[in-house]
């Protein structure tokens, strides 16, 4: 059975960056296609990215271009997003996803709360 | 970029009655990539639906999706009353991935 285990909340400020981890244990890490979607305070879910670690190149959503980075690591069975130049709106809860058996995200991480205040 | 649009934005209904959900696509899309989650607060998202009709693993037979082309359903025959929930249809096709802006299914 496979399991994404996020790491825990953050706390920001304006401007800088911040980078979750999520870890997979079970199955073929590096045949995974893992994404990460955010879901804002009385927003909806909103996909950022994703990546298939054997491949090794992430790909983004237009809105996300040039301010976050997803990568993996296959020997820590690790997939990591990481978004900077920080701003209120971007308080949230960050998911990652995986695509493991079927056409859609059918593992999900706890969630890790992240919170851009000054 | 495709975007979905659902709707209504918030059916308010009672356990017991049954729920029609839209999804409509700016674009014609391939059923193989229509897909659709559960999403209850303080939880992560539940995929219910992939490839527009086929349950995932362990989601009962009282959901069941449908459609081609440009418009798609999620029905919930008989709802319970753990079914009251944040839905959400994705196109999982080439990317990006967008979801719609989801449907609130409320008592």
């Known amino acids: 059975q496979v399991q994404l285990v996020q790491s825990g909340a953050e706390v920001k400020k304006p401007g800088s960056s911040v980078k979750v981890s999520c870890k997979a244990s079970g199955g073929t890490f590096s045949t995974f296609a893992m994404s990460w979607v955010r879901q804002a305070p009385g927003q909806g879910l909103e996909w950022m990215g994703g990546?298939?670690?054997?491949?090794?190149?992430?790909n983004y959503a237009q809105k996300f271009q040039g301010r976050v980075t997803i990568t993996a690591d296959e020997s820590r069975s690790t997939v990591y997003m990481e978004l900077s130049s920080l701003r209120s709106e971007d308080t949230a809860v960050y998911y990652c996803?995986?695509?493991?058996?079927?056409?859609?995200?059918?593992?999900w991480g706890q969630g890790t709360l992240v919170t851009v205040s000054s | 970029e495709i975007v979905l649009t659902q709707s209504p934005g918030t059916l308010s209904l009672s356990p017991g009655d049954r729920a029609t959900l839209s999804c409509r696509a700016s674009?014609?899309?391939?059923?193989?990539?229509l897909v659709w989650y559960q999403h209850k607060p303080g939880q992560a998202p539940r995929l219910l639906i992939y490839?527009?009709?086929n349950r995932a693993t362990g989601i009962p037979d009282r959901f069941s999706g449908s459609g081609s082309g440009t418009d798609f359903t999620l029905t919930i025959t008989r709802l319970e009353p753990e079914d009251f929930a944040v839905y959400y249809c994705?196109?999982?096709?080439?990317?990006?991935?967008?979801f719609g802006q989801g449907t609130k299914v409320e008592i």
């Open positions: 994705q196109h999982y096709g080439g990317s990006p991935w967008p």
């Open positions: 490839g527009a009709f």
């Open positions: 674009q014609s899309l391939s059923s193989s990539f």
């Open positions: 990546i298939t670690p054997i491949l090794g190149i992430g």
């Open positions: 996803a995986g695509q493991i058996a079927v056409a859609g995200f059918d593992y």
